[in-house]
């Protein structure tokens, strides 16, 4: 199978769309994605016997279910499974950007990272430890800079060696006896539902009905599985626990960072 379906995911401004342009050139298509008015691009690149299709995602700063974009992007992550997610992260701005991070990898996806803006980082003397991050991210990371086309093909070739590696290196955050042990209850039960099982990550759908997600609660609301869901939600103050998760995320991205990255040259301004 020589066909490899890619999209690219990123915080809004990191570079993307130049990305996706890069990759694809002129071979373009634009629409909208189905029942919503979010403009929908998708290209395809031919390379090396290869026919990679590539979906440019909203710009999201999270996977949550506040807006359209976030509920587009994350829907077709987990509903149409593309073989590989690419994250474009601005390497110069690299902290707000693991937040979006840590919300990918939940989706249990196959993920690569381009590490883009790395001209910008790099004048302004940062040092990045692509080894670390590949180790603690749990995935391929390749540097870019989109805007002078520097960095795609080393991102295409990495493409299809994900898509030929049957293996698959996930990496999650851990949130702590309590949550994770609430994080199984509701693994429990959901996995009786094999139906669901097969098609969700079941941690992700736990972690989100935790965080009281409505759109993830559709999701299983046709499941027989539900009504025991919303017996153990009640059960809990869940509130307490959207907000013990989202510190728990802060905690784990706080510790991450310093092993990324050192920022050598910090230009401090007259006022400091
Ligand atoms: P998007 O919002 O993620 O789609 O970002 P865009 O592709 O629109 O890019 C935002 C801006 O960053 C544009 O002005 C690009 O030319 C610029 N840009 C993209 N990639 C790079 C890069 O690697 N280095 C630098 N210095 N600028 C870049
Ligand atoms: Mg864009
Ligand atoms: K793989």
Redesign the pocket.
Known sequence: NNKIRVALA????????????AITGSRQHVGNWPGVTVEKKSGTKIYKGYEIEII?LP?TYSLTAYSMDEIVARDFIIEEKPDIVIQ?VDASNLERNLYLTTQLMELQTEMIIAL?????ALERGDKLYLDKMEEILAAPVVK?????N?GIEELLDKVIEEKNNEQYHGHEIGYGDEIEGMILEIEKVLIADQELADRYPLRWISIRLLEGDMNVMEKISKSPASVAINDLLDSIDQEEYEADIADKRYETINAIFPQLCTRCNVKLSKSD
């Open positions: 990123g915080n809004p401004n990191v570079g993307k769309t130049t990305l996706f342009n440019d710009g474009i883009n803006m790395c001209d910008l870019t800079v989109a805007s002078r520097i």
